[in-house]
């Protein structure tokens, strides 16, 4: 069964660095979401690809974070600087467009620690 | 703008008890809705989803919810817990184009 890839599983790093994360779809998904979930929260879309177009940044803090996925396919989280309250999973999802029930299909995330 | 509310942050039943996660949203427009669960440190997996024709829904797990339009409700329930039905569990409503929802979430805790 094909599944969403994430990379890494599990990141510490210091306040101030730069960190990144990796996401690869289900093949054939051409919608991508990441999602950030603070603990004992529902998850928070943070932003929407549509192939290689961002459909929906709104709520991406833009001065620290940025996303892309140039070829349509796999995806680049990155936040710089990292700041105490990015400590969080960040998740990764994929689902059809055509003819889609709007099922999304979650990666097992990323858990990330700011120190 | 749809929203969606789950009634109870943690439940707490016995093993082999009904299970009842309670889940309202607020759009009058027909949903397509959806019920992940989570297991510590994984990503969401879909238990059920509700898109059109029949209003009780079977998902994997043994679990089951029904549509109410009149109540605007689309509750999780499961006859007979096991302890491995422990999990965080989310109810989500389509929102705008292709996105979900997500409520605070519920945690399920089975006691022995």
């Known amino acids: 069964e094909a599944e969403v890839a994430q990379s890494p599983r599990y990141k510490i790093t210091e306040k101030s660095q730069a960190v990144a994360f990796w996401c690869d779809p289900i093949?054939?998904?051409?919608?991508l979401y990441w999602y950030r979930q603070i603990l004992g929260q529902g998850p928070e879309l943070l932003v929407q690809f549509q192939d290689e177009s961002v459909v929906d940044d709104s709520q991406l803090p833009k001065d620290r974070f940025s996303a892309e996925r140039l070829k349509g396919v796999d995806s680049t989280l990155k936040i710089q600087p990292a700041e105490l309250g990015d400590s969080a999973m960040y998740l990764c999802?994929?689902?059809?467009?055509?003819?889609?029930?709007?099922?999304?299909?979650f990666g097992p995330g990323t858990r990330l620690t700011v120190t | 703008a749809q929203s969606v509310t789950q009634l109870g942050s943690h439940v707490s039943v016995s093993e082999g008890a009904l299970v009842l996660l309670r889940c309202n949203y607020s759009s009058s427009v027909p949903p397509y809705l959806f019920w992940y669960v989570q297991y510590p440190n994984q990503g969401l997996q879909l238990l059920l989803k509700?898109?059109?024709?029949?209003?009780l829904v079977k998902g994997i797990n043994g679990f089951e919810a029904e549509f109410k339009k009149s109540e605007t409700s689309f509750h999780l329930t499961k006859p007979s817990a096991h302890m491995s039905d422990a999990a965080e569990y989310f109810c989500a409503p389509k929102g705008g184009a292709q996105k979900l929802v997500f409520g605070q979430g519920t945690r399920l805790t089975i006691n022995p």
């Open positions: 509700y898109t059109t024709g029949a209003t």
């Open positions: 093949s054939g998904h051409a919608t």
């Open positions: 999802a994929s689902s059809r467009t055509s003819g889609s029930s709007y099922e999304q299909y």
